[in-house]
């Protein structure tokens, strides 16, 4: 294989969470009585969690101190964090089971790149916390995607150069963030009709096919 590591986004790449995430977020709207719809959570993908607080604020016609807004945004991962406990290792399709492991067995190593601080504790709940080379999260990270950050720890806890290392995304932002980083990228859902996505992706089994 030409990559020596591949670098996974979390959520909507190795198992979904926008769900929990939707659920989560729509609890603190409504407690705070702002709107909140599907097509405002799509823009919070990819995104950090006072970021997406920002976002959902815009809807409101109140000023928040940023005491308040960090109150806020500890309410709503408390919310997404009971949630998070529904998941079991079902939420882990076989077809991306069977990737990985296939890409493993091909020499890569193997990486998550995530905005989410949470990261750790969804891989567990999957039955995959054990599993990946190195993580880079929202745990050590201070600027979210579209920047690179994420990416360019993960690359540097494997060891390795963003030159050999493939992202794989599922959100614009994401790959934005691998562009800007100096990694070719695989993109899936949303993230293939990215102009400069460097290999689009149909099903998450086509990683099989990269070079």
């Known amino acids: 294989m030409k990559y020596k590591g591949i670098i996974f986004d979390l959520d909507g790449v190795i198992c ?16 705070i009585g702002v709107y909140f719809d599907e097509k405002i959570n799509n823009r919070l ?40 406990q529904e998941m079991t290792p079902a939420d ?10 296939y890409l493993r067995g091909e020499g890569a190593l193997l990486a998550i790149g995530s905005s989410s601080k949470n990261t ?11 599993y990946f080379d190195a993580i880079s999260d929202g745990n050590n990270i201070t600027h979210s995607k579209p920047h690179p950050e994420c990416f360019l720890k993960a690359a540097e806890y494997l060891g390795l150069e963003p030159k050999d290392c493939c992202v794989v995304e599922d959100a614009i932002a994401g790959v934005d963030a691998a562009v800007a980083g100096g990694f070719d990228s695989a993109g899936i859902g949303e993230a293939a009709t ?12 086509d990683l099989k096919k990269l070079p």
């Open 120 to 130: 750790k504790l969804i891989l567990s709940r999957i039955g995959l916390g054990d």
């Open 16 to 31: 979904s969470t926008d769900m929990y995430h939707y659920k989560a977020w729509k609890a603190l709207a409504d407690d």
């Open 45 to 84: 993908r990819g995104v950090s969690r006072m970021d997406s607080l920002n976002i959902i604020l815009e809807k409101s016609d109140k000023e928040y101190t940023q005491e308040e807004k960090e109150e806020m945004a500890a309410k709503k991962n408390s919310i997404y964090v009971d949630l998070l």
């Open 194 to 205: 990215h102009p400069q996505v460097t290999y689009k992706l149909t099903t998450f089994s």
């Open 92 to 101: 882990l399709s076989d077809e991306v089971k069977d990737t990985l492991d």
